[in-house]
């Protein structure tokens, strides 16, 4: 596989052709714009408008809605009138699953039409089909035939179009030929594209969306190669992480999947899929865009004029990657990363093992509670150990830290069995149990021979951005290292690119054959706890995805907050980080869809009841979609999944096979339970 994209190294953002959605520019270098979609029934207008502009007033500068047939497409026309009539002149998007006809209207109506290319002629069977290279390309002209007359009405009425691939709905044929991969993905769009481009039409952006952030993230990767590779140029890219739930998980997952491109200066516009009310998905939109593009102002209504600007978005270019270790053959790592970016779900980077970190080990969570004045069996709770005095036992739960950094405190009590304690390494000589307690150094600490060391495992920090001694030598440190079998590396940078500063240090230790295991230290100083989530998930998230790091630890500054209650936040975003990379599964995964005017049900208050009774189900993944039309084909790779399929009935499916239809709502919770439990998932609390 060939470099997808020097910016990958290079803090610059990647160039694409421009868009423009009504008033709105999109793509080269314009502004990162923030979207949504609205989540009522199309046909009730005023619901419609009413939501769109509560969307609008948050910063939403594209409004999608869904139009599932012709009466909706038709229906655009209303909500436009009456949006415009009160004074909002937002870009609308017409969402297209399945209807050309529906499409060709909505094209004549609103400024944008996303099409998916899974499922706009063929319709879904999950078949798996024999296509000879000749049968192949009678399907192509058949996909011209009837895409062509799209793009005409596209072309005469000035409308953009996304081509919009979803992993989980694609066509019968793309998953024949090229199975279920990023490449299917990227293919599929690639089919239409083509066809667009024979028809000198090139107002398109292009969207590959996944509920897994991995698959997601190659996908774009794979798109922007195959772009520039064959058509020599590359259209804007439309970020998003789909079907990602609610909670802190919907928000982790997004921020892995848009945060990880937009570090590496990919997208032109973003949109958080969120089981929530639309307008709640812009402020994590803009909390993404603070951290990623720190000199993207948040985007508002007034700052729209002056988007044509082509160097109001160039951010990236701005910001100094000025890193200790900086290369010269940068050329050549970046192939580097790449091949290891082209390895699939499961891919770690080589390391050794110390104890449970590094080799076969999944990456351990280390929780700072180093602040702590007087750290009590209480504390604990927060990190996933629960004292009970009366039995004298410890309860674990699944989300229990590996390891406690406790600073230069010895505790004064005993220690849950699997708890190890990592301290300064002046406390540590005075720790009497050496098997629970292990020492960490700054540079200088673990170069001085003189400093006693454990023999079983140290950890050594280092910053990225230079070391804590100027007078340290950088190869003597690294050599010592290398030797080391007890040393386990502790990353973490001050630089504005940390993802970057990180990652030129892993390439740095694959460039020196080095292994040891590697923790990487993630502080936050956000003002809101909302934005230190997007901080950690981006910085940990970004390189855990691509087999980088053997643990994480969460650092915040807690001002005068409520102590306990953040730290056990801090946990849980800890194994939220490794669930959503898939680097260690430790709890229920959810995959729902955030809800459109297709809706059967109330997929927020749907989704709160079924989590509360199967969220003890560690590893099983359940997706609770809101329609049959498109829920069964992105529901991605869900082991059971809850499908409305009719006013208040529902259809339960064992991975992709139906085997309830048409359950009434109010007993199908009871009966996706009685499903888990028939194919041995569920286990009792
Ligand atoms: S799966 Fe959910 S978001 Fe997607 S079309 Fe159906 S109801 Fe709408």
Known sequence: MEVYTETLMANKRLATLEVRVGDLLL??????????????????????????????????????????SKNEAENLLNIRNELRKRGYTTPIVADIHFTPNAAEIAARIVEKVRINPGNYIDKKKFELLEYSDAKYLEEIDRIRERFTPLIKVCKEYGTAMRIGTNHGSLSDRIMSRYGDTPIGMVESAMEFLRIAESENYYNIVLSMKSSNPKVMIQAYRMLIHNMHEELGHCYPLHLGVTEAGDGIDGRIKSAIGIGTLLEEGIGDTIRVSLTEDPEFEIPVCRDIIKKCCPLQTAPSREGLANSQNPTNGGNFSAINGDTAFEENQQHSKIKNIQKSLSFGEGFRVRSFEITNIGGKHVPVVIADLSKIQKITAESLKAIGYTYDAEIDKWSISDLAADYLFTGDKILDFALPGTLKIITYCDAWTKATSKEKYFPIFDEVQYLNNGIEKSLVMNFVTIDC?????????????????????????CLSSANKNVVESIRKIFLKLADENMQNPVIMICDSADATMDESLIHYAVETGALLIDGFGNGISLGHHFGNKNVAADYALLNSIAFGILQATRTRISKTEYISCPSCGRTLFDLQETT??????TNHLKGVKIAIMGCIVNGPGEMADADFGYVGSGPGKVTLYKG???????????????????LIKENDAWVEV
Do not use: H, W, Y
């Open 27 to 68: 793509g080269n270098f314009n502004p990162i714009r923030i979207q949504t979609m609205t989540t009522t029934d199309t046909m009730n207008t005023t619901a419609t408008v009413e939501q769109s502009i509560r969307c609008i007033e948050a910063g939403s500068e594209l409004i999608r809605i869904t139009a599932p």
């Open 656 to 674: 992709k096979e139906v085997i309830k239809r048409s359950v009434p709502e109010n007993i199908a919770v009871a009966e996706l339970i009685n």
């Open 465 to 489: 951005l230079a070391p804590s001694d100027q007078s340290i030598d950088v190869d003597k440190l690294f050599g010592k290292i290398k030797k080391d079998k007890t040393a386990v590396i």
């Open 608 to 613: 709160a009841k079924i989590r509360s009774v």
